[in-house]
């Protein structure tokens, strides 16, 4: 990694530490990211890119508000983000999977007075608006699956035909979707990538995009990608019940949500899931 001096020197003096070698470490799409060792033993990750002060406001936020594991963060500045580099093995075996549903628990027990969150916030690198609302139902309707599905349509990743299908879906939530849940403190992005563990037990949850919301989208998005399995929803369940038809009616339109956000990233191949998930709602 190529650190100009003046960012050397921001690093440095809040570890108050030299850096002695770096290396690259892959998976970051929205920023460069680089894990560090220090003169003093320790061992960090440093990301450069932007909006990182706001990362760095959301480990903070779950760190004073929640028990999720996050990694101390030394520096958050806009344009640059030096935090502990935590521990992983690349392996969420079962007893991490046990672990990963008593934390995500734990998270989801937190409540909050109304759905959105304080400040808006980021997905991925995406702007993710959360003004307050009352109704579960409207909130996902206006602030997740029609503004992403704007956004995307306007960076030319999503057909105008299949927004306008998703706007005929969005006419037909109150069919699958209550407007009472309790909003609850939700991590946002929540995949196998920002998951990570060591020796069966979770070492931290990263790259959150934190708002309150029905529980529900967030164990949607961790079958997207089959993030994680059985064990997971077996444990989660002991810990926080779920009604009933969540995979069987609501699972799939919720990951509409984050299959928009891949389209205005990615486009390709998740254009085509959009559309399957509409046909299989009749939209």
Known sequence: MTLAATDRQRIEASLGTTIRATARLGGGQIA????????????VVIKQ???????????????????????????????????????NDGRLDAAAETDLADIVAGLHAVRGSQFGFERDTLIGSLPQPNPPAGDWRAFFRDHRLMAMGRTAVIARRLPV?????????????????????????????LWGGNILSSGGLITALIDPALYHADPEIELAFMTLFNSV???????????????????????????????????????????????????????
């Open 32 to 43: 460069d990211v680089h894990r560090a060792d220090l003169a003093d033993g320790r061992r």
């Open 161 to 189: 035909r299949l927004m306008t299908r998703i706007e005929n879906l969005c006419g037909q939530l109150d069919k699958w979707i209550r407007s009472d849940s309790p909003p609850v403190l939700i991590h946002g992005d």
């Open 229 to 283: 399995g059985e064990r997971f929803f077996a444990r989660y369940r002991e810990r926080a019940p779920w009604r009933p038809g969540f995979f069987e009616e609501r699972r799939d339109l919720y990951n509409l949500y984050p299959l928009l956000v891949h389209v205005r990233l990615f486009g390709g191949p998740y254009v085509a899931q959009v559309e399957r998930t509409l046909a299989r709602y009749g939209c």
């Open 49 to 87: 890119g932007g909006n990182l002060a706001l990362e760095a406001w959301m480990l903070a936020t779950l760190a004073a508000r929640t028990k999720v594991p996050v990694p101390q963060v030394y520096l958050g500045d806009d344009d640059l983000l030096v935090m502990d580099c935590a521990a």
